[in-house]
């Protein structure tokens, strides 16, 4: 399955900003999905995870950083995964990047990768 991750931006804190995951080439339903976030020299940290809706109706993780803040979602019909992310903060600063895979918080988990897209808040 080939990713393509989009909506990244500059934002305040205290913003919001969408981003979304156009998948293609097999059946995006069948997949778990995730996104993670890498800041330069870091390694890539969890954001949330959504399972496949063919076994367990969509069921999501998160990391403790993001829980309340942001939202991942994704919609079936448009082969599309979305992160909503509200209440920005400057921490929240690095490069996005959706995956596709078996859920859970390691990116070993994930066999296939977006190319990622970068979300800078600003203070």
């Known amino acids: 399955v080939q990713l393509q991750a989009s909506g990244g931006g500059l934002v305040q804190a205290g913003g919001t900003l969408r981003l979304s995951c156009a998948a293609s080439?097999?059946?995006?339903?069948?997949?778990?999905m995730a996104w993670f976030r890498q800041e330069p020299g870091k390694e890539r940290e969890f954001v949330a995870a959504?399972?496949?809706?063919?076994?367990?109706?969509?069921?999501?993780i998160y990391a403790d950083s993001v829980k309340g803040r942001f939202t991942i979602s994704r919609d079936n019909t448009k082969d599309t995964l979305y992160l909503q992310m509200n209440s920005l903060k400057p921490e929240d600063t690095a490069v996005y990047y959706c995956?596709?895979?078996?859920?859970?918080?390691?990116?070993?988990?994930?066999?296939?990768w977006g190319q990622g897209t970068q979300v800078t808040v600003s203070s």
């Open positions: 995956a596709a895979g078996i859920i859970g918080s390691s990116p070993n988990n994930y066999g296939y």
């Open positions: 080439g097999r059946t995006f339903s069948n997949y778990d």
């Open positions: 959504i399972s496949s809706y063919s076994w367990s109706g969509g069921s999501t």
